[in-house]
């Protein structure tokens, strides 16, 4: 019962952490609209391999992050880095369509590693799973036990399927409607992540 339990918290966790629009979601959405749905499963499936393999990670040294100041400011200023030069990229360089970038060219010809890649680095899922599972332990559920650990991940990797799947789905049916969103995913990426870079900047001046 405390198994199922877990697994659904982990679940429901994935469902709140990529309901908002983010890099992850979204770029599904881009891929699916200009590469075609072959494309785009890759991308996911190797997208959520990273997920359970961070979720996975999180968890296991969740004591030792969570207590660790220094490591947790190692990790804003490596996503800092990270999301203010795909902030330029997508805002200033992604409508460009000659030359291609490195980063298109991976998205169409190796959609399951780009999936990864930016599953890699979108390391701010660190922290929320590493809280989510401290505060599940504070409750006596033994997140911390082997299968637990497994059961979690695999509830947050199911999770976030399912979200990627209702982001594809509800802007293919807004594209009829109304195609701004839609014809405007790199604005509506790079803003995503301008807005990380605003938060972390933040976080690291508090």
Same mark, same amino acid.
């Given at each position: ?28 959405? $881009?891929?699916? $609209? ?67 970038? $490195? ?104």
């Amino acid at each position: 019962m405390e198994a199922l339990t877990i697994l659904f918290f982990g679940f429901f966790a994935a469902l709140l952490g990529v309901s908002l629009p983010g890099l992850l979601n979204m770029t599904a959405v $881009k891929i699916a $609209k200009e590469d075609g749905s072959k494309n785009v499963v890759q991308y996911i499936i190797g997208s959520l391999l990273i997920i359970f393999i961070q979720t996975y990670i999180a968890v296991f040294f969740a004591r030792i992050i969570e207590s660790s100041a220094f490591i947790t400011e190692i990790l804003h200023e490596i996503g800092l880095v990270i999301f203010g030069g795909l902030t330029i990229y997508f805002l200033g360089f992604a409508k460009k369509k000659k030359p291609e970038g $490195k980063l298109n060219k991976a998205k169409k010809n190796k959609p399951f590693f780009y999936g990864a890649l930016l599953a890699i680095i979108n390391v701010f899922s660190v922290p929320y799973y590493v809280f989510l599972s401290v505060t599940l332990a504070s409750y006596q559920y033994d997140v911390f036990y082997f299968a637990h650990t497994t059961i979690f991940s695999l509830g947050v990797t199911l999770g976030s399927a399912l979200m990627f799947y209702l982001y594809i789905l509800y802007f293919e049916k807004r594209q009829n409607k109304d195609g701004f969103i839609v014809n405007n995913l790199n604005y509506v990426i790079g803003s995503i992540t301008a807005v990380i870079c605003l938060i972390t900047i933040y976080k690291l001046l508090r």
